[in-house]
Nanobody
């Protein structure tokens, strides 16, 4: 089981980046997939999660700016990040637990993913938002 995150880089405030999460050893489409991020000196933070059926959830810090989606043709999960802010700068990771199809825990459209419950991680991709 392997995950690979890609697409990070440098963006200006207000700009956009698109991350992708690819898998090997299993079909991403069958499981919930989460994105987390970690900035220096901070705890790993839940960013977004997508159910196997395509239902999406977001952390409060990114709601309205980020969009998660499945690209079934490429067996990837993409995270479109718009209206980027300097505080979005972090290493971004995709993760799964191969444990189910539904993102938990959630409240409405907000996801409160707990990193410790995800055993499978991509290597991370750096996102830097700076002018």
């Amino acid at each position: 089981v392997q995950l690979q995150a890609s697409g990070g880089g440098l963006a200006q405030p207000g700009g956009s980046l698109r991350l992708a999460c690819a898998s090997s050893g299993f079909d991403l489409a069958d499981y919930r997939i989460g994105w987390f991020r970690q900035a220096p000196g901070k705890e790993r933070e839940a960013v977004s999660c997508i159910n196997a059926d395509g239902t999406t959830y977001y952390g409060d810090a990114v709601k309205g700016r980020f969009t998660i989606a499945r690209n079934k043709d490429k067996n990837t999960v993409v995270l479109q990040m718009n209206l980027l802010k300097p505080e979005d700068s972090a290493v971004y990771y995709c993760a799964t637990d191969l444990g189910g199809k539904i993102c938990v825990p959630t409240s409405g459209s907000t996801w409160y993913g707990e990193p410790k419950k995800y055993p499978y991680w991509g290597q991370g991709t750096q996102v830097t938002v700076s002018s």
